[in-house]
């Protein structure tokens, strides 16, 4: 096992025994084996709030007050993992005509500068455009989910979990459609790098994402179009014109959040009814629960874990947190606190408390929530419409991966 895992460093001295516990989000192999069993396990054998020596050493936010609470208070939570004021002096000194170094902008900074980058971006996703793209969402579920049919078992996550999203956010996007295994690819290599906290590292990695997009970015300012990089270049950032480093900051953000996340909703939903048949004929007898089923699957398997740095010394919830620690926002163990949710294991549309913070909470809140909610939807009816009563196929085991975005890399269903 210690072979797995990354390497453990020293414990510093705020940490006590009562909030140390070993755990490792990449590589913790009983969490990849199954991610939200693991979850359900930790919270019984470890704090709601622990630090861990592995990756570098921070904290993880288990429960479901301690996430609610620092999601909310950007104050003592900081987006900026890397304040901006070093950013800028390290943007300093680099030397003339160096390439701009892209941040993405607005997950990595605070209020009020949060709020200005964000401001463009509420339009195009509100629940009122993204509604209007339900109708060419669901022909491209359908179009999938038919061309999946024939073959009587297939890996649902590459026919239908992982296409749609991304052909779905690259229209919205007008990024060329040709091009995105090439966008899919790099962005897993960007996520499994992200653990990597190397300065160098780090802006090869921006410097590769932007790159991919540069010619389309640059294109769209002389040649506008009804898309999402054409909006962007026609909006202001609070009192000024938007200009390229803006666009690629913009670019960074959107690319990595709109062909990565959703997919895996998608698949732990798909994963969650295939071993559950009678959820199966419940819904497809009496559809319109769907909505509610939504819910609860995005509850029962949170999948995205948000990066905070501790601003300032302080004490918390009873634990002590210094300038500078690293805090995870587990939410997917927020979701699953038995002290906000009775018997959090169970999957219940029907529960009495169903709002859930797989989206996260305060100012932070996923922009895309109303764009995934409508894709969880539609594919979900489509598949539970199109397909016969479907279930795991046991001769392919289902692999997932940790880290900031939990979720499967294969389900195999057969029908």
């Not at 510093?12 to 990449?26: C, E, R, W």
């Not at 429960?63 to 004021?85: L, Y």
């Not at 026919?159 to 090439?182: D, N, T, Y």
Request: charged share 25%.
């Amino acid at each position: 096992m210690s072979e797995t895992l990354s390497p453990a460093v020293a414990r510093p001295d705020h940490i006590t025994d009562a909030v140390f516990y070993d755990f490792d989000m990449f590589a913790d192999p009983a969490y990849l084996a199954n991610p939200h069993a693991r979850i359900l396990d930790m919270h019984k054998s470890a704090p709601p709030i622990f630090w861990t020596p592995r990756n570098g050493g921070h904290w993880m936010f288990v429960s479901h007050s301690a996430n609610f609470e620092a999601s909310r208070d950007v104050e003592k939570f900081s987006s900026e993992i890397v304040p901006q004021s070093k950013i800028k002096e390290m943007l300093a000194k680099l030397p003339p005509g160096a390439p701009h170094i892209p941040q993405p902008l607005p997950i990595n900074i605070d209020p009020p500068d949060h709020t200005i980058y964000r401001a463009p971006l509420q339009r195009a996703f509100s629940p009122k455009a993204i509604n209007e793209l339900k109708g060419s969402i669901r022909e491209l579920a359908i179009s999938l989910i038919e061309g999946m049919k024939p073959k009587g078992s297939a890996d649902f996550v590459s026919e239908v979990a992982e296409p749609l999203p991304v052909q779905v956010f690259l229209k919205m996007f007008g990024l060329p459609l040709e091009k995105q295994a090439a966008y899919r690819a790099l962005v897993k290599e960007h996520m499994e790098n992200i653990k990597n906290h190397d300065p160098a590292m780090i802006v090869r990695r921006m410097l590769k994402l932007t790159a991919i997009m540069k010619e389309t970015i640059l294109d769209r300012k002389e040649n506008p179009k009804d898309d999402l990089i054409s909006m962007l270049w026609q909006t202001r950032i609070g009192d000024r014109e938007t200009t390229i480093n803006d666009m690629e900051n913009y670019c960074v953000v959107l690319f990595t959040a709109g062909l990565d996340t959703v997919v895996n909703g998608i698949s732990l939903g798909a994963y969650h009814m295939a071993t559950h048949p009678e959820l199966q004929q419940q819904l497809r007898a009496d559809p319109s629960q769907i909505p509610a089923a939504t819910e609860e699957m995005l509850r029962r398997y949170t999948f995205t874990v948000p990066l905070r740095r501790v601003s300032n010394d302080i004490e918390f919830q009873g634990v002590q947190l210094k300038a500078g620690d690293r805090i995870m926002l587990f939410l997917p163990g927020a979701d699953l606190d038995a002290k906000e949710y009775p018997n959090p294991e169970v999957y219940n549309h029907k529960r009495e408390n169903s709002v859930h913070i797989a989206f996260g909470a305060g100012p932070h809140r996923c922009l895309g929530s109303h764009l995934a909610r409508v894709e969880l939807q539609v594919v979900y009816e489509e598949l539970l419409t199109r397909l016969p009563a479907f279930s795991l196929d046991a001769s392919k085991p289902v692999t997932f991966h940790g880290g900031h975005v939990v979720g499967p890399d294969h389900v195999w269903l057969k029908w």
